[in-house]
């Protein structure tokens, strides 16, 4: 089900449903300012300029080359702390290949996406964030995003007092791995039909929680 703009859940979306389990980038928050100015800005401070259209096309070749690569894998999207540093380190070299101070816009742009003032919330998973609580449904977190997204979590609104956050790389698997849903389900105590997921992504968030047995809904 695609969503625009709702204040209340349908019922029969949420008839067996008990926690409402959001997506982060894309759904709850987005980088402000966008993923291709943050890496502009980071790398103009390097010497470095190439214009963000340039810097968008290379970073979602890169991005589906590491998706890719982790698909490949086996287990697939089994991951780690280190795997997902090493994911986004070698996204960030590709799209800036052939220079040299590439690793040290890495290292700027690792610590810019773990400050709070590099996010700000989106509307309309705030406003779904809020309908769930109205509904008396409880709430959660489940992100690709790594273990940077828990101390994020502590100051950045809308994530602020929500207790179950589930970080890819703290729970060894990425989305769309089923693997991660059964990781969530049992910390949660919960059956595949008593959650819901709200995510951004057709095939991250919306297939994978339709492969595992929960529902879905996307936000767009
Ligand atoms: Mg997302």
Request: glycine share 4%; proline share 5%.
């Given at each position: 089900?695609?969503?625009?703009?709702?204040?209340?859940?349908?019922?029969?979306?949420?008839?067996?449903?008990?926690?409402v389990?959001?997506?982060?980038?894309?759904?709850l928050?987005?980088?402000?300012?966008?993923?291709?100015?943050?890496?502009?800005?980071?790398?103009?401070?390097?010497?470095?300029t190439l214009?963000?259209?340039?810097?968008?096309?290379?970073?979602?070749?890169?991005?589906?080359?590491?998706?890719?690569?982790?698909?490949?894998?086996?287990?697939?999207?089994?991951?780690?702390?280190?795997?997902?540093?090493?994911?986004?380190?070698?996204?960030?070299?590709?799209?800036?290949?052939?220079?040299?101070?590439?690793?040290?816009?890495?290292?700027?742009?690792?610590?810019?996406?773990?400050?709070?003032?590099?996010?700000r919330?989106?509307?309309?998973?705030?406003q779904?964030?809020?309908?769930?609580?109205?509904?008396?449904?409880?709430?959660?977190?489940?992100?690709?995003?790594?273990?940077?997204?828990?101390?994020?979590?502590?100051?950045?609104?809308?994530?602020?007092?929500?207790?179950?956050?589930?970080?890819?790389?703290e729970?060894?698997?990425?989305?769309?791995?089923?693997?991660?849903?059964?990781?969530?389900?049992?910390?949660?105590?919960?059956?595949?039909?008593?959650?819901?997921?709200?995510g951004?992504?057709?095939?991250?968030?919306?297939?994978?929680?339709?492969?595992?047995?929960?529902?879905?809904?996307?936000?767009?």
């Amino acid at each position: 089900m695609s969503v625009e703009m709702l204040s209340s859940f349908p019922k029969e979306l949420t008839a067996e449903v008990d926690t409402v389990v959001f997506d982060v980038v894309g759904t709850l928050l987005e980088p402000s300012p966008s993923v291709a100015k943050a890496y502009k800005n980071s790398a103009e401070t390097l010497g470095v300029t190439l214009p963000e259209a340039d810097i968008s096309k290379r970073f979602s070749v890169a991005w589906e080359k590491q998706e890719f690569f982790d698909s490949q894998q086996q287990p697939a999207f089994r991951t780690s702390r280190r795997r997902e540093y090493e994911r986004w380190k070698q996204i960030v070299c590709e799209v800036f290949e052939g220079y040299t101070v590439a690793e040290k816009i890495f290292e700027d742009l690792w610590l810019h996406f773990g400050k709070p003032s590099s996010w700000r919330p989106v509307a309309q998973g705030c406003q779904l964030l809020e309908a769930a609580r109205e509904a008396g449904l409880k709430v959660a977190v489940a992100s690709n995003f790594d273990e940077r997204l828990l101390p994020l979590a502590q100051c950045v609104e809308p994530l602020i007092g929500i207790e179950n956050i589930f970080a890819s790389s703290e729970i060894g698997w990425r989305k769309p791995a089923v693997e991660f849903f059964r990781t969530v389900e049992s910390r949660l105590g919960k059956d595949p039909r008593q959650l819901l997921l709200i995510g951004d992504d057709p095939r991250l968030d919306i297939a994978a929680a339709q492969t595992a047995g929960w529902k879905s809904m996307r936000i767009q």
